[in-house]
Protein backbone atom coordinates (compact mmCIF):
# COMPACT_ATOMS: atom_id res chain seq x y z
CA UNK A 1 0.00 0.00 0.00
CA UNK A 2 2.89 1.97 1.27
CA UNK A 3 5.79 2.38 -0.61
CA UNK A 4 8.72 4.56 0.49
CA UNK A 5 12.04 5.13 -1.73
CA UNK A 6 15.31 6.70 -0.63
CA UNK A 7 13.38 9.52 1.18
CA UNK A 8 15.40 13.06 1.99
CA UNK A 9 13.18 15.60 4.21
CA UNK A 10 15.57 18.76 5.31
CA UNK A 11 14.25 22.01 6.95
CA UNK A 12 17.21 24.37 5.66
CA UNK A 13 20.35 21.96 6.12
CA UNK A 14 18.98 20.07 8.87
CA UNK A 15 18.13 16.91 7.69
CA UNK A 16 14.92 15.12 9.44
CA UNK A 17 14.68 12.42 7.23
CA UNK A 18 17.89 10.27 5.53
CA UNK A 19 17.20 8.10 2.82
CA UNK A 20 14.70 6.37 4.65
CA UNK A 21 13.00 3.02 2.71
CA UNK A 22 10.14 1.43 4.29
CA UNK A 23 6.56 -0.58 2.80
CA UNK A 24 3.93 -0.84 4.60
CA UNK A 25 2.01 -4.02 3.20
CA UNK A 26 -1.94 -3.44 2.28
CA UNK A 27 -4.61 -3.64 5.21
CA UNK A 28 -1.59 -3.81 7.65
CA UNK A 29 -1.33 -1.71 10.65
CA UNK A 30 2.64 0.18 11.21
CA UNK A 31 3.62 1.71 14.57
CA UNK A 32 6.33 4.22 14.06
CA UNK A 33 8.24 4.91 17.53
CA UNK A 34 11.34 6.40 18.34
CA UNK A 35 12.69 9.14 20.94
CA UNK A 36 11.54 12.82 20.01
CA UNK A 37 12.69 14.73 17.38
CA UNK A 38 13.47 11.54 15.24
CA UNK A 39 11.40 12.35 12.64
CA UNK A 40 7.90 10.09 13.59
CA UNK A 41 5.73 13.47 12.54
CA UNK A 42 7.90 14.49 9.43
CA UNK A 43 7.50 10.73 7.59
CA UNK A 44 3.75 10.82 8.40
CA UNK A 45 3.13 14.17 7.41
CA UNK A 46 5.09 13.19 4.08
CA UNK A 47 2.89 10.00 3.37
CA UNK A 48 -0.16 12.09 4.57
CA UNK A 49 1.28 14.61 1.34
CA UNK A 50 1.18 17.52 3.31
CA UNK A 51 4.66 17.65 3.04
CA UNK A 52 6.59 17.41 0.11
CA UNK A 53 9.92 15.98 0.10
CA UNK A 54 13.43 17.00 -0.61
CA UNK A 55 13.94 14.15 -3.00
CA UNK A 56 12.93 10.10 -2.89
CA UNK A 57 9.83 9.32 -3.79
CA UNK A 58 6.29 7.99 -2.21
CA UNK A 59 3.61 5.92 -3.59
CA UNK A 60 0.40 4.75 -2.35
CA UNK A 61 -1.06 1.83 -4.49
CA UNK A 62 1.36 1.76 -7.05
CA UNK A 63 1.08 5.80 -7.46
CA UNK A 64 3.04 8.32 -6.83
CA UNK A 65 1.53 11.32 -4.11
CA UNK A 66 0.64 14.74 -5.27
CA UNK A 67 -0.70 16.28 -2.36
CA UNK A 68 -3.35 14.94 0.06
CA UNK A 69 -5.26 11.94 -1.19
CA UNK A 70 -9.34 12.35 -0.91
CA UNK A 71 -9.32 8.80 0.91
CA UNK A 72 -6.23 9.60 3.58
CA UNK A 73 -7.76 10.04 6.88
CA UNK A 74 -5.38 11.86 9.33
CA UNK A 75 -6.11 11.70 13.57
CA UNK A 76 -3.59 13.94 15.53
CA UNK A 77 -2.57 14.25 19.33
CA UNK A 78 -4.99 17.60 19.70
CA UNK A 79 -8.00 16.27 18.18
CA UNK A 80 -8.61 19.18 15.49
CA UNK A 81 -12.51 19.60 16.52
CA UNK A 82 -13.84 23.32 15.91
CA UNK A 83 -14.92 24.64 19.02
CA UNK A 84 -17.43 26.61 17.65
CA UNK A 85 -19.27 23.82 16.46
CA UNK A 86 -21.32 20.86 17.80
CA UNK A 87 -19.79 17.16 17.90
CA UNK A 88 -22.94 16.75 14.94
CA UNK A 89 -21.03 19.55 12.92
CA UNK A 90 -17.59 18.26 13.69
CA UNK A 91 -18.12 15.22 12.45
CA UNK A 92 -20.18 16.23 9.40
CA UNK A 93 -17.10 18.12 8.34
CA UNK A 94 -15.46 16.11 5.95
CA UNK A 95 -18.73 14.61 4.37
CA UNK A 96 -19.14 18.73 3.90
CA UNK A 97 -15.41 19.46 2.62
CA UNK A 98 -15.89 17.09 -0.09
CA UNK A 99 -19.20 18.29 -0.80
CA UNK A 100 -21.44 15.19 0.07
CA UNK A 101 -25.40 16.04 -0.35
CA UNK A 102 -27.34 16.45 2.52
CA UNK A 103 -28.98 13.57 3.00
CA UNK A 104 -25.78 11.30 2.25
CA UNK A 105 -24.55 13.59 5.24
CA UNK A 106 -27.28 12.92 7.36
CA UNK A 107 -27.14 9.03 7.02
CA UNK A 108 -22.90 8.62 7.20
CA UNK A 109 -23.08 11.10 10.48
CA UNK A 110 -26.02 9.20 12.24
CA UNK A 111 -24.18 6.03 11.36
CA UNK A 112 -21.04 6.65 12.65
CA UNK A 113 -22.39 8.62 15.52
CA UNK A 114 -24.12 5.54 16.50
CA UNK A 115 -21.19 3.28 15.63
CA UNK A 116 -19.16 5.05 18.60
CA UNK A 117 -21.66 5.37 21.06
CA UNK A 118 -21.54 9.37 20.47
CA UNK A 119 -25.50 9.53 19.85
CA UNK A 120 -25.92 11.35 23.43
CA UNK A 121 -23.22 13.71 22.83
CA UNK A 122 -24.31 14.57 19.34
CA UNK A 123 -25.13 18.45 20.46
CA UNK A 124 -22.80 18.93 22.57
CA UNK A 125 -19.70 21.06 21.86
CA UNK A 126 -15.95 20.01 21.94
CA UNK A 127 -15.57 22.20 25.29
CA UNK A 128 -18.27 19.79 26.66
CA UNK A 129 -16.52 17.07 26.19
CA UNK A 130 -13.63 14.92 28.06
CA UNK A 131 -10.61 14.22 26.25
CA UNK A 132 -11.31 10.69 25.11
CA UNK A 133 -14.70 12.04 24.27
CA UNK A 134 -12.99 14.39 21.93
CA UNK A 135 -11.03 11.96 20.36
CA UNK A 136 -14.00 9.61 19.85
CA UNK A 137 -15.13 12.59 17.66
CA UNK A 138 -12.00 12.97 15.69
CA UNK A 139 -12.09 9.09 15.02
CA UNK A 140 -15.41 9.57 13.38
CA UNK A 141 -15.29 12.79 11.88
CA UNK A 142 -12.17 10.95 9.78
CA UNK A 143 -14.58 7.36 9.49
CA UNK A 144 -17.10 9.48 7.50
CA UNK A 145 -14.48 9.68 4.73
CA UNK A 146 -14.18 6.04 4.42
CA UNK A 147 -10.72 5.85 4.36
CA UNK A 148 -8.48 3.17 2.88
CA UNK A 149 -5.51 4.38 5.04
CA UNK A 150 -5.57 6.03 8.14
CA UNK A 151 -2.79 8.11 9.63
CA UNK A 152 -2.59 8.42 13.18
CA UNK A 153 0.09 11.39 15.21
CA UNK A 154 0.41 10.14 19.03
CA UNK A 155 -3.34 9.77 18.76
CA UNK A 156 -3.39 9.11 22.92
CA UNK A 157 -1.07 10.47 24.45
CA UNK A 158 -2.55 13.22 26.01
CA UNK A 159 -5.34 11.06 27.48
CA UNK A 160 -5.75 9.11 30.34
CA UNK A 161 -4.50 5.38 30.87
CA UNK A 162 -8.45 4.10 30.76
CA UNK A 163 -9.23 6.09 28.00
CA UNK A 164 -6.19 5.75 26.05
CA UNK A 165 -6.96 1.40 26.38
CA UNK A 166 -10.57 2.30 25.43
CA UNK A 167 -10.00 3.83 22.84
CA UNK A 168 -6.99 1.64 21.43
CA UNK A 169 -10.10 -1.39 21.67
CA UNK A 170 -11.84 1.06 19.95
CA UNK A 171 -9.76 1.79 17.07
CA UNK A 172 -8.72 -2.20 16.69
CA UNK A 173 -12.37 -2.74 16.15
CA UNK A 174 -12.84 -0.56 13.72
CA UNK A 175 -9.53 -1.60 11.79
CA UNK A 176 -10.95 -4.95 11.87
CA UNK A 177 -14.56 -4.40 10.98
CA UNK A 178 -13.32 -1.84 8.14
CA UNK A 179 -10.67 -2.73 5.39
CA UNK A 180 -8.03 -0.02 5.95
CA UNK A 181 -4.09 0.78 6.45
CA UNK A 182 -2.97 2.50 9.36
CA UNK A 183 0.36 3.64 10.18
CA UNK A 184 0.56 4.85 14.10
CA UNK A 185 3.20 7.26 15.67
CA UNK A 186 3.71 6.83 19.09
CA UNK A 187 6.13 6.83 21.90
CA UNK A 188 4.58 3.94 23.67
CA UNK A 189 5.93 0.81 23.51
CA UNK A 190 2.91 -0.97 24.54
CA UNK A 191 0.70 1.16 22.08
CA UNK A 192 3.12 -0.37 19.09
CA UNK A 193 2.72 -3.75 20.45
CA UNK A 194 -0.96 -3.80 20.22
CA UNK A 195 -1.56 -1.92 16.84
CA UNK A 196 1.40 -2.70 14.97
CA UNK A 197 1.89 -5.67 12.78
CA UNK A 198 4.97 -4.42 12.06
CA UNK A 199 6.93 -1.70 14.20
CA UNK A 200 9.12 0.57 12.82
CA UNK A 201 11.99 1.48 15.43
CA UNK A 202 13.18 5.21 14.70
CA UNK A 203 17.11 6.54 15.52
CA UNK A 204 17.64 9.18 17.80
CA UNK A 205 18.63 12.31 16.13
CA UNK A 206 19.67 10.66 12.88
CA UNK A 207 15.74 10.49 10.69
CA UNK A 208 16.65 6.73 10.06
CA UNK A 209 15.22 3.33 10.66
CA UNK A 210 17.00 1.35 12.96
CA UNK A 211 15.27 -1.43 13.07
CA UNK A 212 11.60 -3.20 11.43
CA UNK A 213 9.86 -6.17 13.56
CA UNK A 214 7.36 -8.03 12.58
CA UNK A 215 4.90 -7.90 15.45
CA UNK A 216 3.36 -11.46 16.68
CA UNK A 217 1.60 -10.31 19.25
CA UNK A 218 -0.80 -7.66 17.33
CA UNK A 219 -4.03 -7.50 19.04
CA UNK A 220 -2.97 -9.14 22.29
P1 LIG B 1 9.23 13.53 16.09
O1 LIG B 1 7.85 13.51 15.55
O2 LIG B 1 9.90 12.20 16.02
O3 LIG B 1 9.32 14.12 17.45
P2 LIG B 1 9.68 15.57 14.07
O4 LIG B 1 9.41 14.91 12.78
O5 LIG B 1 8.62 16.44 14.63
O6 LIG B 1 10.11 14.45 15.13
O7 LIG B 1 11.00 16.42 13.95
C1 LIG B 1 12.22 15.86 13.48
C2 LIG B 1 13.30 16.90 13.62
O8 LIG B 1 13.05 17.97 12.72
C3 LIG B 1 13.39 17.52 15.00
O9 LIG B 1 14.75 17.68 15.33
C4 LIG B 1 12.71 18.86 14.85
O10 LIG B 1 13.26 19.80 15.72
C5 LIG B 1 13.02 19.20 13.40
N1 LIG B 1 11.95 20.01 12.78
C6 LIG B 1 10.65 19.70 12.71
N2 LIG B 1 9.94 20.65 12.06
C7 LIG B 1 10.84 21.59 11.70
C8 LIG B 1 10.77 22.84 10.99
N3 LIG B 1 9.62 23.29 10.50
N4 LIG B 1 11.91 23.54 10.83
C9 LIG B 1 13.08 23.09 11.32
N5 LIG B 1 13.23 21.92 11.97
C10 LIG B 1 12.13 21.18 12.18
P1 LIG C 1 -25.29 24.09 7.21
O1 LIG C 1 -25.96 25.21 7.91
O2 LIG C 1 -23.81 23.98 7.51
O3 LIG C 1 -25.59 23.98 5.76
P2 LIG C 1 -26.98 22.54 8.89
O4 LIG C 1 -26.45 22.96 10.21
O5 LIG C 1 -28.24 23.12 8.40
O6 LIG C 1 -25.88 22.73 7.79
O7 LIG C 1 -27.10 20.96 8.93
C1 LIG C 1 -27.08 20.16 7.77
C2 LIG C 1 -27.88 18.90 8.05
O8 LIG C 1 -27.41 18.28 9.23
C3 LIG C 1 -29.34 19.19 8.24
O9 LIG C 1 -30.09 18.24 7.52
C4 LIG C 1 -29.56 19.05 9.75
O10 LIG C 1 -30.80 18.47 10.02
C5 LIG C 1 -28.45 18.10 10.16
N1 LIG C 1 -28.00 18.41 11.51
C6 LIG C 1 -27.27 19.47 11.90
N2 LIG C 1 -27.01 19.45 13.21
C7 LIG C 1 -27.60 18.30 13.68
C8 LIG C 1 -27.70 17.70 14.96
N3 LIG C 1 -27.14 18.25 16.06
N4 LIG C 1 -28.38 16.55 15.07
C9 LIG C 1 -28.93 15.97 13.98
N5 LIG C 1 -28.88 16.49 12.75
C10 LIG C 1 -28.23 17.64 12.59
Known amino acids: MIEIEDL ?11 NLNLN ?5 SCAIIGPSGCGKTTLLYAVAGILKPSSGLIKINGEKIKGNRKSTGIILQNYGLLPWKTVWDNVALGLKIRKANRETINKKVTNILKKLDL ?8 VQLSGGQRQRVAIARTLTIEPDLL ?25 KENKMTM ?19 MAKR ?6 VIENPYFGD
Do not use: C, W
Open 8 to 18: NIRYGNFIAID
Open 24 to 28: VEKYS
Open 119 to 126: EDLKDKYP
Open 206 to 211: EGKIKK
Open 183 to 201: VIVTHNIEEAVFLGHKIVI
Open 151 to 175: LMDEPFSSLDAISRESLQDLLLRLY
